[in-house]
């Protein structure tokens, strides 16, 4: 009996009632794909038509390999219950990951499709584990853990969770699940488990290469790169919860202008609108969007404005959008995804038709009007309660294909803005899935607390998500929520928080400060939402205020070489802000140093993460030299150093005498 067959350039396996592709998919690539009674579906969730590729295939009686450059897959028949094995190979013969046996009397199925009765399946994929192993990426977890060896994590998006499957191992391959079903994976000491909630197919892809940048260049191959970013996202961006009205935005730029502290970008934020789904001004508060504009551009910066997929009942939009069926539909219960200030619905991103409509009101009430770019916030979207199996969208129930949400509601801007002519592209949303990054989505971590644990979860999420392929990545300033700004341990944080921020792909402040001081009404006597304390960089004091507006300064100094780092990231996905075994894989220690990192090539940077904390230890790593930015001190790397951290200092150290011009300027 012939199990496998050559179709076309790809292995094919039939087993009892199962379908298996597994195809060349970019360089050193593979693409594997399987059904239980049905035809293999081409799906393009997040992987991008390969350029072509010949891929060597070679079939036995019972064992077949496809080989593609560094990576080759053998099929082996499992006698027991006649089930067939996959194992990866890289170019030196050496095992990469496999599937679990049946286990003999076990009768276990690597491939596990769980009928749903009447649907689809459950499914669970699962592999032999390397304890030996370690593993980084999965996108924004809110943890500070690098080695995500022996972790657990939910397949599913949350407010400051960005869920994005794909993982780089020590052992020189990068694997990538290709479904946006809500779900799960375990990296166990025994096996690693992706499990799908509900699915039609198995979808994944995998890569082998030598170096962690040869593996994500292939990755962003496979999924895409960033635009490059614009000359304004290189600065320092100014925002808060909340500028409320039209003249408290101007009176900032104006201040900011008066002391000649460049800004890039100042930010509207939410509910600068009559009711969500709007998408438009009020016009009791910004009664000209279009001189506010004017004025900021005449001013040399950019204006960003709010933008929520949340529809109030009691929006000017809700019913035509409802009647259209542009919006996500509640399997049971009412229709209401969201209860804060009004109850509302999300519009459904994953609708073409719904895409167009919302981005043609945002075009003629904000980008005719001057606005330059978006923040499509709440991008998971953040269902006031995560029954994620209670919606459905146009493209399938929620529990199926709910991940890719936030990346076809960054596509619907990044199509718009493109078809008005704009080619460097950047949209601030609060969530990805695998793809975003190809429609310019600078992510942030959402609504984190202003305190240092949360400060060092953050570090560890900006690594893991560039490792995860979303090089456009950020954080608020500050943290988000609970930092009083006449605390003199929050100026502390902020001003470390600023310091890391200088160094950061984007550099902004935001936050929704204590204490909540002012009230503001409408016309008609109705209190509207809150707006928290001052957060512009004088707010703190002036011993705080220079200490920033150095680093603003710096920020300024450093911009041909951020150029640089935007570059790399739009031509070959490089990650701006990278781990330390990014730059130097033949150096161990490298692997596990989770609180510093590279900023590009050339600058390493050691935030100091403990209240009160004025010396850290750095480690440098092997096969360079390295300058301290503050005293010019040169170091051989290889070995840890103590140094001095006073408050308006932050470690940061240049390699092999690069960038010489920058030293002293902390």
């Avoid at 730059?583 to 590009?600: I, L």
Wanted: proline fraction near 5%; hydrophobic fraction near 35%; aromatic fraction near 14%.
């Amino acid at each position: 009996m012939g199990y496998y067959r050559n179709e076309n350039g790809k292995l094919q396996i039939l087993t009892d009632g199962e379908k298996i592709w597994i195809e060349p998919w970019g360089e050193n690539s593979l693409r594997v794909r399987s059904v239980r009674m049905g035809e293999i579906l081409d799906t393009d969730f997040a992987l991008l038509p390969p350029k072509p590729c010949t891929a060597e295939i070679e079939i036995g009686e019972e064992t077949a390999s496809i080989t593609n450059g560094k990576i080759k897959a053998v099929i082996e028949l499992d006698d027991w219950r006649r089930t067939h094995r996959i194992g990866f190979y890289n170019q030196k013969g050496e095992l990469l990951l496999k599937e679990i046996s049946n286990g003999g009397a076990l009768a276990r199925f690597p491939r596990y499709f769980k009928p749903i009765t009447g649907g689809d399946f459950e499914l669970t994929a699962s592999f032999d584990s390397n304890p030996d192993e370690k593993l980084y990426g999965m996108g924004q977890y809110q943890q500070a853990i690098f080695d995500i060896k022996n972790c657990n994590f939910e397949l599913a998006h949350r407010n400051s969770q960005a869920s994005v499957p794909f993982v780089l191992s020590s052992l020189g391959y990068g694997f990538f699940w290709h479904n946006p079903a809500i779900g799960r994976v375990s990296f166990g000491k025994n096996t690693t488990e992706w499990y799908a909630q509900s699915t039609k197919q198995l979808d994944y892809w995998i890569t082998a290469g030598d170096t962690p940048a040869e593996i994500e260049e292939a990755y962003a191959e496979a999924t895409g790169k960033v635009p490059m970013m614009p000359e304004y996202g290189m600065g320092f961006w100014q925002c808060k919860l909340r500028y409320w009205n039209q003249e408290q935005v101007l009176k900032v730029a104006r201040e900011y202008k008066r002391r000649n502290i460049p800004v890039d970008v100042i930010v509207v934020d939410f509910f600068h609108w009559p009711h969500m789904g709007d998408y438009r001004f009020d016009e009791e508060f910004f009664p000209d969007p279009e001189a506010m504009a004017r004025e900021l551009h005449e001013m040399g910066m950019k204006l960003m404005v709010s933008v929520w997929p949340q529809v109030a009942l009691t929006s000017e939009n809700y019913r035509e959008m409802l009647d259209k069926g542009l919006l996500v539909r509640a399997e049971k219960g009412a229709p209401v995804g969201m209860q804060f200030v009004e109850d509302s619905m999300f519009f459904d991103a994953t609708n073409p038709e719904a895409r167009k409509y919302v981005w043609e009101k945002c075009k003629k009430n904000y980008y005719d009007k001057g606005i330059d770019l978006f923040w499509l916030d709440e991008a998971e979207p953040e269902y006031g309660v995560y029954d994620f199996d209670n919606y459905r969208y146009y493209m399938g129930p929620n529990a199926q294909v709910g991940n890719v949400y936030p990346q076809r509601f960054s596509r619907g801007f990044y199509e718009g803005m493109k078809a008005e002519g704009e080619d460097k592209i950047v949209n601030l949303v609060r969530c990805a899935w695998a793809g975003s990054q190809r429609y310019g989505a600078l992510v942030w971590s959402g609504d984190v607390h202003s305190t240092y644990e949360d400060f060092r979860r953050q570090i560890c999420a900006g690594l893991h998500m560039g490792i995860a392929g979303i090089p456009w990545w950020t954080t608020d300033i500050g943290g988000f929520i609970n930092g009083n700004i006449y605390e003199d341990d929050f100026k502390e944080l902020l001003v470390r928080w600023f310091q890391y921020g200088a160094f950061s792909p984007v550099m902004r402040l935001h936050g929704d400060r204590d204490p909540h001081n002012e009230r503001v009404f409408r016309k008609d006597g109705t209190e509207m939402l809150w707006t928290g304390a001052d957060n512009e960089i004088w707010s703190f004091g002036e011993k705080v205020c220079e200490i920033l507006e150095k680093y603003i300064r710096l920020r300024e100094k450093m911009r041909p070489y951020i150029r640089t780092l935007m570059e790399e990231a739009h031509e070959k996905g490089s990650p701006v802000m990278r781990t330390l075994f990014y730059e130097f894989p033949q150096d161990s220690a490298c692997w596990d140093v989770q609180d510093q990192y590279m900023f590009g090539s050339d600058i390493l940077v050691a935030p100091v993460v403990y209240e009160h904390a004025s010396q850290r230890d750095v480690y440098l790593p092997a096969g360079a030299s390295w300058t301290n930015m503050h005293t010019g001190e040169t170091f051989q790397g290889g070995q840890t150093v103590s140094v001095d951290a006073p408050l308006d200092v932050i470690p940061a150290f240049l390699r092999d005498g690069s960038h010489e011009d920058l030293i002293g300027q902390i």
